[in-house]
């Protein structure tokens, strides 16, 4: 299915190619960034710090950068981004190279790289459906599956080339260079992709606000649209703290050492990977309602079994049953939400979902990261495993009908 997608449609295949190449880069840069920062200031805090300033844009950005994606052409944000990105990983060595050492400078290129990120990834969300048509659940899913493959090689990669290089640095340079080629296969898409929804000289004068409140405004008036939303985020909730839960069952349950927790969460990667790839054949037999909700109910009970075992090869075997339930949820939203959000509005929808995602997750991060202090691994995930139950019900009970009630799509699956 996705290798015959990529072999006869050559614009996607470049564009797949930009994508996995420069998923691969951003992993390896976390590593050497990481990496380097410890190395300089042996404190797990400042090194820390890197994903903390890696994943503040999101929660800060994501209104905003969605009104830009809607109001500028979404192909151009996509170049300019990788532009950007490419220039400011290259300042990093370049900074150190004339003996500019101050974390702070590393901390703001992290920033500032990953807001460009997030213009990025909304500008591919929006413009998604115009460039996979009817096949979107697949692209999708094919793309889910390159950055969960990233995510696994990505960080092995990038330890094996800082050790390999010599000097962290080169790993930057490398990272610069995966944004150059998302660069020129960007650039192989069509210019005429997304028609014109509104006169840009017109859009131009209307007030950034204003166009916020207008994307706050639709994601309010639409139901089933801010009730998945919400889904997504709860479900969210559930997943964020897993590595946190499977830390401390290697230690409290399973008895296990540092490999234990290496194989839970790299089953839980390769759980996701399969779980995307089986997400079209999914969605191809079921209704996009029963694949999300039936998704989020089977994550509940395989984490509360995953809380009730000792032993650690079932720890492994629910943790990646676990990825595979994931997956279908994240990636069946995504799809509906594209599919029926119109063009002009699609960017500040996610916008100010991904700004929902982030504020909740770390929230749930925390609050897990508490309570494991004084309960038990199998009684956290029971209470992860009840928000799992309520949101299915909650889908059952007030987002079925209004998804139902949703008619003109152009898809090729049933909804």
């Known amino acids: ?46 090194s820390g710090m890197v994903y903390a300033f890696a994943s503040l844009p999101v929660l800060l950005g994501g209104p905003v950068v969605g009104t830009l994606v809607d109001r500028w052409s979404r192909r151009r944000m996509m170049l300019t981004a990788d532009i950007v990105r490419a220039v400011l990983i290259i300042l990093i060595p370049v900074g150190w190279g004339l003996n ?76 610069a260079g995966t944004f150059v080629w998302s660069f020129i296969m960007v650039r192989t898409l069509p210019r005429d992709l997304v028609p014109q929804q509104r006169d840009t000289s017109t859009l131009s004068r209307v007030p950034i606000g204003l166009q916020m409140k207008e994307g706050v405004q639709y994601l309010l008036r639409h139901r089933s649209v801010w009730a998945l939303g919400l889904t997504m985020a709860l479900a969210n909730v559930m997943a964020g703290p897993l590595e946190n839960l499977f830390l401390v069952a290697t230690h409290t349950q399973f008895r296990m050492k540092a490999d234990g927790f290496g194989l839970l969460v790299t089953a ?9 790839w089986l997400t079209p054949r999914l969605l191809s037999r079921w209704s996009t309602f029963s694949v999300i909700y039936s998704g989020i109910l089977l ?55 991904g700004s929902l995602n982030q504020f909740l997750s770390p929230i749930a991060m925390v609050a897990v990261g508490w309570d494991l202090q004084r309960q ?29 009630q949703d008619k003109g799509t152009s898809s090729g699956f049933r909804t």
């Open 268 to 276: 839980l990667g390769g759980g996701l990977l399969f779980g995307a």
């Open 376 to 404: 038990a691994v199998m009684v956290v995930s029971s209470m992860l495993a009840g928000i799992g139950f309520l949101v299915s019900m909650f889908g059952l009970l007030f987002v079925r009908s209004h998804m139902f």
């Open 1 to 46: 299915m996705y290798w015959q997608l990529l072999h006869r449609d050559r614009i996607l295949r470049n564009y797949w190619s930009g994508a996995l190449v420069s998923r691969l880069g951003s992993n390896m840069t976390m590593i050497a960034l990481a990496w380097i920062v410890l190395a300089r200031t042996h404190s797990s805090l400042q």
């Open 299 to 353: 994550f509940a009970v395989v984490l509360m079994c995953f809380g009730q075992t000792h032993t650690g090869w079932l720890g492994v075997v629910a943790a990646m049953f676990i990825g595979i339930t994931m997956s279908p949820v994240n990636i069946g939203i995504t799809t509906w939400l594209q599919q029926r959000v119109p063009s002009e509005y699609r960017g500040r929808v996610f916008g100010l979902l």
């Open 100 to 175: 500019f050492n101050a974390l702070w400078w590393v901390y703001g290129i992290i920033f500032v790289n990953t807001l460009w990120s997030l213009v990025f990834g909304t500008s591919e969300r929006a413009i998604m459906p115009h460039l996979a048509g009817t096949n979107l659940p697949v692209v999708n899913s094919l793309l889910a599956m390159t950055r969960h493959a990233a995510d696994l090689m990505g960080p092995v990669l990038g330890g094996v080339l800082v050790t390999g290089l010599g000097h962290p640095s080169w790993v930057l340079v490398l990272d």
